[in-house]
């Protein structure tokens, strides 16, 4: 989940799969969200009457929204009128997620994440000189935000003065646009400049966005010359982020790289007897290996099976059989997260553009093939698993230097051309109409 925006736009499909389009717009069309404070989301509606509505009516269908989203319990809270005013100064506008609970100790190591783990613990353990910056990358929901809140953990029980900032990278941007706008840019650079540990989680949104690229060019220049620690995580490393600064770049690998691969069948199975014993659920070896089978890219995903498995046995009494597990695994693991297959992607992409698969794949070089094949090249980077040298095999067994060149040139295309963008939004829906 990438800003708060985000999160509530999830939250709202959720309730509209329940409610009809009137009762969406006349219940939250002017309901926003304001922020996260301790596991819980602030929303914000000008009405009383409307506040006490989405209280009483949709409080447990937005709790339980939340609680998919993060895989934790999660409460609202509800301002309304002006009561947004009397919110503490200090918290407003951050999203600071409650570090407890993210530790290394509950971390389940295996070998897809034990060199981004040691990384964590070095650092944790010497702040500011082991390595910095450390830059773990990989996909979503493998472990990099656990890692990088249990270093900011970790320092703050052995020193609770400690002044640490944790910042994602679309918010960095919001955040720094809202204090230019209202002429208070040296209170954010103090908020930011000044601190002993610096997290960034997802920083590759600042990627192409030059003021905040500039802003966090100071903001890191600051924090490493007083030697203090940064640490950032990303969904790819440095050099696969096409629009981002050279010289951010070149700070980025000056550090230690990790990255964290999905986890294998063992560490699978360790996260699972981990998280059901952190739920009070016990589990058969037969329960523990089909839910390994069955989910293999993602530990969040595998977080909400043991809470559905936990909810079913508490609230509806029910067995833990392969029958329910199953049931939970299809809650979870619904058509959208599904990963189109590279041939999907390639015949998406020849159909929008009136071409033959085998043009695209082939050694065609007119210009309307090239760009339909650097844009198929993109997509399958962007909706799939595939390594560079995979994805290259699917077009005539180009090398990974041809692949990343092509991704570059699409990712460069959609900053500056609105018409790309659009293209790649169309094809993706098509994409995902399949499935």
């Known amino acids: 989940m990438n800003s708060l925006n985000d999160i509530w736009s999830v939250v709202l499909d959720n309730l509209s799969s329940k409610l009809t389009p009137t009762a969406i717009k006349t219940w939250f069309s002017d309901c926003n969200p304001v922020e996260i404070r ?26 339980d929204a939340l609680s998919d989203i993060f895989s934790a319990p999660f409460d609202i809270e509800v ?65 990099k935000t656990h890692l990088l809140l ?26 720094l646009v809202s204090a230019i706008t209202s002429g208070k840019t040296e209170e954010f650079h103090k908020k930011y400049r ?12 600042i990627a192409g966005k030059q003021a905040t690229q500039e802003e ?56 699972i007897r981990n998280k059901a014993a952190q739920l009070g659920l016990v589990l058969s070896d037969d329960a523990v290996l089909y839910i390994a089978e069955n989910v293999t890219s993602n530990i969040r995903q595998i977080e909400g099976v043991i809470k ?5 046995k508490q609230i509806l009494d029910d067995s833990i059989t392969i029958d329910s597990i199953k049931r939970a695994i299809s809650d979870v693991i619904r058509v959208g997260t599904y990963i189109p297959s590279p041939e999907a992607i390639i015949k998406a992409t020849a159909n929008y553009f009136s071409l033959s698969e085998e043009d695209i794949t082939g050694q065609n070089r007119s210009k309307n093939v090239a760009i339909a094949r650097q844009i ?7 909706l799939t698993n595939l390594s560079l040298n995979d994805i290259g095999e699917q077009f005539s067994n180009r090398n990974h230097t041809t692949v990343l060149s092509s991704i570059r040139k699409i990712e460069t295309q959609m900053q500056k051309d609105p018409e790309t963008a659009s293209i790649i939004r169309d094809i993706s829906s098509n994409i995902n109409s399949v499935f």
């Open 194 to 205: 000044n601190v002993d540990l610096l997290l960034v989680d997802d920083i590759q949104f």
């Open 79 to 143: 301002l309304a009128g002006d009561e947004i005013n009397s919110m503490d100064s200090s918290h407003k506008d951050e999203i600071l997620p409650e570090m407890e609970g993210y530790t290394f100790e509950n971390f389940i190591v295996g070998n897809s994440n034990k060199f981004a783990h040691a990384a964590a613990v070095a650092v944790a353990d010497n702040p500011g000189k082991t390595y910095n910056p450390l830059f773990i990358y990989g996909r979503s929901g493998l472990g």
């Open 38 to 63: 301790d596991s819980s989301l602030i929303l914000y509606t000008p009405s009383d009457f409307k506040k006490e509505i989405i209280l009483s009516r949709f409080g447990n269908d937005i709790r």
């Open 150 to 175: 249990a270093i900011g953990h970790s320092l703050g029980q052995k020193n609770s003065s400690l002044n640490i900032a944790y910042i994602k990278g679309d918010d960095f941007t919001n955040q």
């Open 308 to 312: 559905r498995l936990t909810a079913y």
């Open 216 to 271: 966090f060019f100071h903001t890191f220049n600051n924090i490493y010359e007083a030697g203090h620690q940064i640490v950032i995580t990303s969904d790819r490393p440095p050099i696969e982020m096409a629009t981002l600064d050279d010289r951010l770049r070149t700070r980025f690998e000056g550090g230690l790289m990790a990255d964290i691969q999905p986890p294998d069948i063992e560490t699978r199975m360790a996260i």
């Open 376 to 382: 198929s090249m993109y997509l399958i980077r962007t």
